[in-house]
């Protein structure tokens, strides 16, 4: 288990976790920022969880403020990532300690995802930091991965625990925190059989999520549970700002299930065209992990991969640690292993979903035009392939 725990993995996960939950530290400034100016008032009625901090927030709260903004923007972009991280963290703790008006669920779940990282040197890769030193580290040690992998499941797992009561499963809970009405739920649809329904559906959902994200097998069913249920109660709820910053601090940590190596997959692509260069430039683009190693078709020969010129002519591969894949299966792989993607990429493996992307491929790639000479890199007059 040490062993493990002290493997090499993929640096720049902590790297672009770290950007989303800087990122919902930003949107919890904006959301909390009227309410600690409120409680800074001397006539403000205030009930202190921690004295010494509730004396902090109320006397000095433009300073805190200020300190908020300027480590949440510097922890998110990887600069001076330690300190940040540890302004940050102390401003967040601060923020659920302070005083119960402060407080939050979804504060205390960054404060906590504030100091992992940091206490895991999240700012050795896809940072500022790194940029500026010129090195970007490889590889953290495995439990760093691992301990904002269990910050997620403990999360689900106590969600579950603290909704296992008749109040919640009767579905009145959920009934009163529903936005109706507008662009809200329908009256109709609000009734004691759906709302038990729901609650049910809820509790099943996050109980899935506490354990299937752990397994391979399961976890990219996993992936679009947990974005339909965090997207649902942005867009279902009341408090859409409170949820909105809750869940992208919480999709967030879904990038530490991701598991993709630096340089994994390798994508071998025809580099004579420059409709699948464009692709290939918008798949470097996102490509935060580092995850993929593209080939071009004229350098296939010294790469050591298994396959030949001509089948890189006919669609795009990709060669991953577990399996081998083409054309819109490739697109599939390729689009699992990108941050900004891997949550829906599962429902393009949907059989229905599938078939009509492989025919778009397919009836693509007959009609794609080639503007670049093969080896030479120069231009050329369009030609069907």
Known sequence: MTDTLFAPANARVLGVVRAGIGLAALMEL????GR?????????VRTPILEPVAWVFANAAPIVLMAWLVAGVAFSLGLLTTAAGVVLAAVMFGLVTGDGQLYSNHGYLIAFGVALLTAGGAGVAFSLDARRRGTDADSVPAWT???LRAQLTI?????VLAKLNPSF??????ASHLRRGGVGVPEAWIGFESMFVLSILVVCAELFLAVALWRARWRPAAFVVGLALHVGIVVAMNEAWALATFSVATLSLYVAFIGAPRGGHAVVWDDACSFCGAWVRWFRRFDWLDSLRFVPRSGLAGSGLPMDAGAALEAMHVVG???SSRAFRAVTDVASVLPVTFLVAPLLRVPPVARVG???????????????TPGTGQASDPVRT
């Not at 492989?358 to 670049?372: D, M, N, T, W």
């Open 155 to 159: 999360l689900y797992a106590f969600s």
């Open 169 to 174: 499963l009767s579905g009145t809970v959920i």
């Open 36 to 44: 600690v100016l409120a409680l800074a008032e001397p006539s403000a």
């Open 321 to 323: 640690p577990h399996r």
């Open 145 to 147: 991965v691992f301990a």
């Open 30 to 33: 904006a959301g909390s920022f």
């Open 358 to 372: 492989e025919r778009i491929y397919a009836r693509v790639a007959l009609r794609r035009l080639c503007r670049i």
